[in-house]
């Protein structure tokens, strides 16, 4: 089993700044990746960005293009969102995921290829 947990979330202005943590923790060896997806007020999930564990360029939705940094930090198993000049559009739960069984290379916004899910963190930007 693998447990991910997300931290960071929380009210920032427009323009701000913020930094999601995700850390997953249990049988983590075979991970392949992690990606950041989000859900605003009656929308569908949707996919912002995804790193491979092993290298490679990340993977970002044009939403988050040129905002939004994902990084990792293999050592402490943690995944960030580094969410720069954030829109009121960006507010929504912010969700981490882990991958075992696919590559990141592999649809990485797909959320059927990802195998694990945290709970989510609230984002809240305020215009």
């Known amino acids: 089993q693998v447990q991910l947990v997300e931290s960071g979330g929380g009210l920032v202005q427009a323009g701000g700044s913020l930094r999601l943590s995700c850390t997953a923790s249990?049988?983590?060896?075979?991970?392949?990746?992690m990606g950041w997806f989000r859900q605003g007020p009656g929308q569908e999930r949707e996919f912002v960005a995804a790193i491979s564990w092993g290298g490679g360029s990340p993977y970002y939705a044009d939403s988050a293009k040129g905002r939004f940094t994902i990084s990792r930090d293999n050592a402490k198993n943690t995944v960030y969102l580094q969410m720069n000049s954030p829109l009121p559009e960006d507010t929504a739960v912010y969700y981490c995921?882990?991958?075992?069984?696919?590559?990141?290379?592999?649809?990485?916004?797909?959320?059927?290829?990802?195998?694990?899910w945290g709970q989510g963190t609230q984002v809240t930007v305020s215009s």
């Open positions: 249990g049988r983590t060896s075979s991970m392949y990746g």
């Open positions: 995921a882990a991958r075992f069984q696919w590559t990141i290379a592999q649809q990485p916004g797909n959320p059927k290829r990802y195998d694990y």
